[in-house]
């Protein structure tokens, strides 16, 4: 494993694999108040930015980019570590995650974090958000650029949410996907489970292991032409 300190040069020129990442998050010692959100996504994350994103520290105001909305924001260091592996932020950001002068704070800033779309964190923003986006896009006649928003299972305890499930399915918003990544956090069930709830809204929707990433990002890529997608990424309990 490389060592986490080097320069951004040397960063850049070698590269980070998954297997960094628990040492790049190792480097953020500041007081975390949501362990279980800053570990539960780091999976779903790096499929993403690694596979899947058409993004880079070279296209953040490119109009063409896709666009990645983290509503789960409330427990950012996955985020970052995956951030500073891709070379979006400096490596030597993360030891001050959380300290009063940093610009990594406990919710991400979008002023402050370079590639983070919104300023998230508070729960059911990120989807309805993301919807708006989606809306946006098509309205600019930008055809290419997909919208993705990762949110967890207890922000479907928000209303927001429903209302923008509901509307994103009938409106076709095929350019819009949500991977919900499940840790048994949510405190109200839903019947036939989470992704019964999109498909009965007019979603794709698939469930899968939020720690295989095969499994991943072949739902992450499924067709669904017509409709939004959902996947739904089960993780170990918060409870455990």
């Known amino acids: 494993m490389q060592d986490p300190r080097m320069t951004i040069t040397e960063e850049r020129a070698h590269g980070y694999g998954f297997s960094d990442l628990p040492a790049l998050m190792g480097l953020m ?9 800053a570990t539960s996504t780091l999976d779903v994350l790096w499929v993403l930015y690694d596979r899947v994103l058409r993004v ?20 950012p260091m996955a985020y970052y570590a995956v951030l500073a592996a891709k070379g ?31 300023g998230s964190g508070s729960l059911g923003h990120g989807l ?3 919807v708006g986006t ?7 006649g930008r055809d290419e650029p997909v919208v993705w928003t990762l949110i967890g299972d207890a922000e479907l305890d928000e209303g927001s949410n429903h209302e923008a499930i509901a509307f994103a399915g009938p409106a076709g918003l095929e ?17 036939g489970g989470i992704a019964a709830r999109f498909e009965a809204a007019g979603w794709s929707a698939l469930t899968v292991d939020g720690r295989d990433h095969e499994a991943l990002y072949a739902a ?20 455990s």
């Open 56 to 75: 880079g520290p070279e296209r953040t105001d490119d109009p063409g980019r896709d666009r990645f909305l983290l509503s789960k924001g409330h427990g």
């Open 88 to 118: 979006f932020l400096p490596v030597e950001w993360l030891p001050g995650f959380g300290s009063y002068d940093s610009p990594l704070g406990h919710h991400p800033d979008r002023v402050l974090v370079p590639g983070a779309e919104i």
């Open 220 to 239: 992450f890529t499924a067709p669904h032409p017509g409709r939004p997608h959902v996947v739904v990424a089960r993780v170990e309990p918060k409870h």
């Open 175 to 191: 350019r819009l996907h949500t991977v919900v990544v499940d840790n048994s956090s949510a405190s109200h069930a839903r019947p």
């Open 29 to 37: 010692t500041g007081d975390e108040k949501h362990g279980p959100a």
């Open 128 to 130: 309805p958000l993301a």
């Open 134 to 140: 989606a809306l946006g896009l098509r309205a600019q």
